[in-house]
Structures are given as C-alpha cells and as structure tokens.
C-alpha cells in the first residue's frame, strides 16, 4: 500500500523518545507514515495532511512488541507435562527431548503451519518484531531446516543446536559439541542472524557453552545465550565477556552477575521471561534488582511448547509489574525498547521519525491498562511495516 497515513486523534502516545517520562509519552499526538516508516510525530493539531487515516478515538498508542526470545518452530505440545508440573513435578528441561521426536517426525510443512499459527497469534496481541530460534531438531537436516522455515517469517533467527545434547550423543557429549560447531552451524549459518547455546547443569556447561559460541562469532553470527534459569551458574558472567546482545531468564544471580551486568562498558541486556516461570511454577526473576543497579532490561515471552507456551506480550507485561516489581512504564518499556536493545535494534520499539511504523492502538486510553486489566484482549489495531493488519 502506497501513500501517507496519518494516526490521528491519540490520547497517548509512548514513543520511547523524547516525551515525559521513561515513556517519552505525548498527548493529543498524530503520527504520519510514509513508506512504512515514521516520517513525522507532533501534536494532533499540527498534523500534515495524509492520504488516509487511522482514527485511534482518543486511546493510547505504542510502539509494537519486540518479543526477543522465542521457540515457534516445534512439533506437538507438552500439555501432559504442564499438567504433571501444577500436580507438583519439578521442571527440569527433559521434556525438551519429547519435541525433538515430534519436530523431526514431522513434516516442513507441519512446523511451518505451527509458526505461522503462533506468529499470528502474536501479532494480534501486539508483537510487531519476533526472534525464532531452531533448537528442536538437533541433526544437521533438522536445524538447517527449522532455519530455513524461521528466516520465512523474518531476519531475526537464531541457532540453538546447543539446546540440549540430544539422546543418540548422550555419553558422548564432546561430540556433539564437535558437531554442532561443524557441519550443523556450516548448515545453519546462511539462515541466521545469531547463535544462542543453553548455558545450565544438564544442558551444556560453560566450557562448551563458550566453544560453541565463539564458532558461532567466527562465522559472523551474534551471541545470546540462556543463563541462570535453573540454578546459579557461570551463563550470564560468560555472556557479558562475550559481549552478548543478551543473556535470558537470569533467574538465579549474584551479586558478581548483576554487576557484570550493569558495568558501564557492558552491553548486554538481561532479558526476563516470565511466562517460564509462571508456566514451570518457579519463583520470578528479581527485576527491580537489575533496574534498580541500573541493568538495561527485556522482556519476551519465551514462547515454546515446554516451558512457557503463550505468545503473549501482554500476558508477560502484567506477570513483570504484579509479580517482578516492574512498574507499568518499566515493562512497557521492556517489551518494546527493551526487545529491540536485545536485538541490537534501533528501527523498532521506538516510534521516532526513522523508525518503522510497527504501532498498536490499544482499547484503553493508557499503557497502564495492559497491567490493570491482565487477560483482556487490548490490541485493537496493530500497522506492521505501516501498513494496517
Ligand atoms: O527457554 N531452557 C531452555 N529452553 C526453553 C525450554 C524448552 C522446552 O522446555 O522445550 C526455555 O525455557
Ligand atoms: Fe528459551
């Protein structure tokens, strides 16, 4: 669609940029589009003349969600293991073996079908830019392939051949290491953008963990990891020395891994997903610890068929401020600036002029109303690239 669009009538808008608060929020504000960018924000009183327009009725306006860390390529769920998990079984990250039985039974156009369906799930709630790691195929054909499928749905993907060591290389883990640096990143490099490894007792320990990824940085990808989800343990600290964009979950810090991450040369971001830990049952990340020390913090959903199956921004929003100590601001700020800091991005999670015009009108005249009203369908309208959805 060609031409200039005006989003009109906004009673606020968080731009991220400059405004009143950490929101950089403003009110009464228009937003003029021009080939699918940001081309000019302002008083709705001064707005320029457009070739259509949005009414947004007076309600609030943010940029969309930048959901950071997500597992859309899958075969199958694990709903028998949730519901063992809520009847009091610990989660320990084996099911994981469980979806790479389905994923490589399955056909292309299975897991093909299951992104497509999650990613529309998430755009409907809000979530304009989207990371998709592979992880459960975990043979050369299988990740080069959950690649393959993931770069048709955007740039940001990631390889997680490092998921877990999968059961055919069990008492032979050096190995797998071995493979995974080889062939499978050979195989999966042309169609990512990052490399991530799961950095935990029971996954890969630091030793491997840093292997791996410094394969990953010598065949151009960029660093994120998992760390600190189960246990305390050394991810977040090997993170920040390999100059990560983020290190995720971050349930389980020192004070050392707090300091690391606010260190001013640092920067990695922590990214925070707490739909693992309200769908594993676990106590939640200590984000006011990290703001508080002044740590640039993220939130994503997460989203896989283990751990935490919800694709929704908002969901994650309102568990941050009820359960992690995050206000309102700080969590709308996490799932939109916070999202594109852990992507290494400064096209989305602003609405400045130059940024994509990925925006959502909200069914609330505030921001605060994604926390106040947990559960409730607040999306009205989502523009992606400018063009509404
Ligand atoms: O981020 N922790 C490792 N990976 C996923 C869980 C995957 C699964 O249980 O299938 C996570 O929580
Ligand atoms: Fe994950």
Redesign the pocket.
Known sequence: MSGSLLVDNIGELVTNGVGEGPLGIRRDAAVLVEDGRVAWVGAAAYAPAADRRVDAGGAAVLPGFVDS?A?LVFAGD?AAEFAARMAGQP?T?G??RT?VGATRAASDDELRATVLRLRGEALRQGTTTMEIKS??GLTVADEARSLRIAAEFGTETTFLGA?VVPAEYADRPDDYVGLVCGPMLAAAAPHAKWIDV?C?RG?FDVDHARAILACGQAAGLGVRL?AN?LGPGPGVQLGVELGAASV??CTHLSDADVDALADAHTTTVATL?PG?EFSTRSPYPDARRLLDAGVTVALAT?C?????YTSSMPFCIALAVREMRMTPAEAVRAATAGGARALRRDDVGVLTPGARADLVVLDAPSHLHLAYRPGVPLIRKVLLNGVPQ
């Open positions: 860390h597992h694990r989660y990250g099911g994981i979806t992880g459960y998921h799961f935990e996954a998992h989800q995720d979950h997903l693992a997460d896989n068929p283990g751990s935490s």
